[in-house]
């Protein structure tokens, strides 16, 4: 059974696609970025600086899918979604849930190519 925060056709077709190191590299980009991303996020929402945190939730949504982090895409898709109704309370109400999806997407990622 797949682990609902981890899309492992996504992952499967990243490995096909660019071999196991070729994954753990795209990986690790992803995990620089998003990183940077959820604290912009973050201070973002915090100041009330909704349009840039509407930008920063869509690149984390958009990355997020491409890698297969099914419930950070989905997260910070629902923070896109406060941003645009400036709802700041259920934005920052979210944040943890994005940064739990994607510590577990991580932990779960590693593992799965492990597997190869």
């Known amino acids: 059974m797949q682990p609902s925060h981890i899309q492992l056709d996504q992952v499967n077709s990243l490995v096909s696609a660019a ?5 753990r590299a795209i990986l690790d980009a992803f995990q620089r970025s998003t990183l940077e991303l959820l604290s912009s996020l973050d ?13 920063a939730a869509h690149a984390i949504k958009g990355s997020a899918a491409n890698v ?49």
Not at 43 to 55: Q, T, Y
Not at 76 to 84: G, N, S, V
Not at 89 to 113: K, L, R, Y
Request: proline share 0%.
């Open 19 to 23: 071999g196991v190191d070729g994954a």
């Open 43 to 55: 201070e973002d929402v915090r100041i009330g600086a909704m349009n840039e945190a509407l930008k």
């Open 68 to 116: 297969g982090a099914q419930l950070l895409a989905e997260t910070a898709e629902a923070i896109e979604a406060a941003c645009k109704s400036d709802d700041t309370t259920a934005a920052i109400n979210m944040m943890s849930q994005a940064q739990t999806h994607f510590d577990a997407f991580c932990v779960h990622f590693e593992a799965h190519i492990a597997q190869f």
